[in-house]
C-alpha cells in the first residue's frame, strides 16, 4: 500500500529560526494536506495543495506540492512556542475514500 | 470546515471491560472514519463508519473487538470491546469535506488507558 515517509523525525530549534520538513511517497498524490497535533489534541488542518507545484501560505507557514507529487514540504518561518508539536502530512489513498498519513515530524522550540 | 464533538474526551477502563465513543459532527457529511494512535505513532484507519449498513474495517481490525454504529449523517459510535492494555491509545473520529477537493477534519480524540 501507499506509504509516506517524513523528515527529519524531530527537531529542536531555537525560538525565531525558521524550520523545513518533507514528506516523500513512493506513489503519485493528487492531494497532500499537512496537519499539526498539540498534546491532547486531534490533529488540525494546516494546508491543503491540490496541484503539482502548488505553492501555498497560511501565516508564517508554506507548503509546496513537488512537482514530481512523489513529495511536498512545510516551511515555518520565525518560530514560536506555540508551534511546538507534531507535523503530520496526509493524502488520500490510492481509492480516494480515506487517507494516508506520515510518520510525523516532532518540533521542539527552545526559548 | 465542520465541527467534530467527541465523548468522552480521555478515560481510565478495566481490563476486560468495554467502552463506546461518540462523535458528533454539527452538519451532515457522507465520510465518517475512526483512527487509533498509539503511543507516540502516527495516525492508523480502523474503519469507515458507514450510514445505513456495515461498516468497513481495514487489515487487522474486526468488528467483534470495534463495533461501529452509524444510524445517520452526523453521529457514529466505536466501542473498544473487552479492552486490554495493548488498546490503550487515542481514538479520533474524522469527517471528510472541504469546499475544492477532499480534507479530512478530526475530533479532539479520545484518549484511552486501559489499567
Known amino acids: 500500500g501507499q506509504q509516506l515517509n517524513q523528515s527529519p523525525q524531530s527537531m529542536f530549534i531555537q525560538e525565531g529560526e525558521d524550520v523545513s520538513m518533507n514528506c516523500t511517497s513512493s506513489?503519485?498524490?493528487?492531494?497532500w494536506l499537512w496537519y499539526k497535533q498539540d498534546p491532547g489534541e486531534g490533529p488540525v488542518l494546516l494546508i491543503a495543495?491540490?496541484?503539482?507545484?502548488e505553492l501555498t501560505s497560511n501565516g508564517r507557514l508554506t507548503a509546496q506540492f513537488g512537482i514530481t507529487r512523489k513529495d511536498s514540504f512545510l516551511n515555518i518561518s520565525a518560530s514560536i512556542p506555540s508551534d511546538v508539536g507534531i507535523y503530520f502530512c496526509a493524502g488520500p489513498d490510492n481509492y480516494g475514500q480515506n487517507f494516508v498519513f506520515g510518520p510525523g515530524t516532532r518540533l521542539s522550540v527552545l526559548p | 470546515s465542520a465541527v467534530i464533538s467527541q465523548k468522552p474526551s480521555r478515560d481510565i477502563c478495566q481490563r476486560g471491560t468495554s467502552l463506546t465513543i461518540q462523535c458528533q459532527v454539527d452538519?451532515?457529511?457522507?465520510?465518517m472514519f475512526w483512527y487509533r494512535q498509539q503511543p507516540g505513532q502516527s495516525l492508523t484507519l480502523i474503519a469507515t463508519?458507514?450510514?445505513?449498513?456495515?461498516?468497513?474495517?481495514e487489515s487487522g481490525f474486526v468488528i467483534d473487538k470495534f463495533p461501529i454504529s452509524r444510524p445517520n449523517l452526523t453521529f457514529s459510535t466505536l466501542t473498544v470491546s473487552n479492552m486490554s492494555p495493548e488498546d490503550s491509545s487515542i481514538y479520533l473520529c474524522?469527517?471528510?469535506?472541504?469546499?475544492?477537493?477532499?480534507?479530512?477534519?478530526f475530533g479532539q480524540g479520545t484518549r484511552l488507558t486501559v489499567v
Open positions: 506513489s503519485i498524490f493528487n492531494t
Open positions: 474524522s469527517v471528510e469535506g472541504g469546499t475544492i477537493s477532499t480534507e479530512a477534519f
Open positions: 463508519a458507514n450510514q445505513g449498513s456495515e461498516a468497513t474495517y
Open positions: 495543495l491540490y496541484k503539482a507545484g
Open positions: 452538519s451532515q457529511v457522507t465520510m
